[in-house]
């Protein structure tokens, strides 16, 4: 958790930095956050919450900021096609099944662990070209009026109507999408 608590807390102390500047240039403030910053997934805990952050951030930032005609825009990337996933070997993976420690091993089991690596690797061929955030930075910064959000690639978009069901639909949809397989100490029940 810490890690992802610290890239909060520097798009926060960068952003502070040059508040005078922004203000004095009536600027614009571009932070990416993420799809998983307005619909959180399982298993992503430390991750969503840090991107929940930066969009809370950029929401009270664009509304204190709006009175010195500073823009604050935020991208909320989808799944994209990138060297991240690259890391994802069996071999990795195994390296990481190996670090964590014995008793979440128990309590999951590595049928689970495998079947979540799995779903990665689905989701990893369905990504986005990472153009798109290219694309939605660049108009970000240069449009007269920009949006307050630019959501990119296909899974944003799912994820969007998700977010818009009432929570006992979006987590059973939720569900079918996270696997079949139930952690080991409750496979029996």
């Known amino acids: 958790y810490q890690r992802r608590v610290h890239g909060v807390i520097g798009v926060a102390a960068v952003t502070k930095a040059c508040w005078s500047l922004l203000r004095k240039a009536k600027g614009r403030i571009v932070n990416v956050a993420s799809m998983v910053g307005f619909f959180s997934l399982p298993n992503m805990a430390a991750y969503c919450s840090s991107k929940y952050a930066v969009e809370g951030l950029s929401d009270a930032w664009r509304r204190e900021l709006r009175q010195w005609g500073v823009k604050v825009v935020i991208i909320e ?3 994209m096609k990138t060297k991240l996933y690259d890391n994802l070997t069996p071999q990795k993976m195994a390296e990481m099944w190996s670090q964590i420690p014995s008793p979440l091993q128990e ?8 079947n979540y690596y799995e779903l990665l690797q689905k989701h990893a061929k369905t990504g ?3 153009q798109l955030i290219v694309d939605a930075m660049e108009t970000a910064v240069t449009a007269l009026n920009p949006k307050h959000r630019y959501g990119v690639g296909q899974a944003f978009s799912q994820l969007k109507f998700f977010s818009r069901l009432p929570s006992s639909v979006a987590d059973y949809l939720v569900s079918l999408r996270s696997g079949r397989v ?5 496979a029996n029940k």
């Not at 309590?107 to 495998?114: A, K, S, T, V």
Request: aromatic content about 16%; overall charge neutral.
């Open 77 to 79: 990337p989808g799944i």
């Open 107 to 114: 309590l999951y089991g590595r049928e689970w662990f495998d």
């Open 128 to 130: 986005s070209d990472p």
């Open 182 to 186: 139930k952690p080991k100490a409750l």
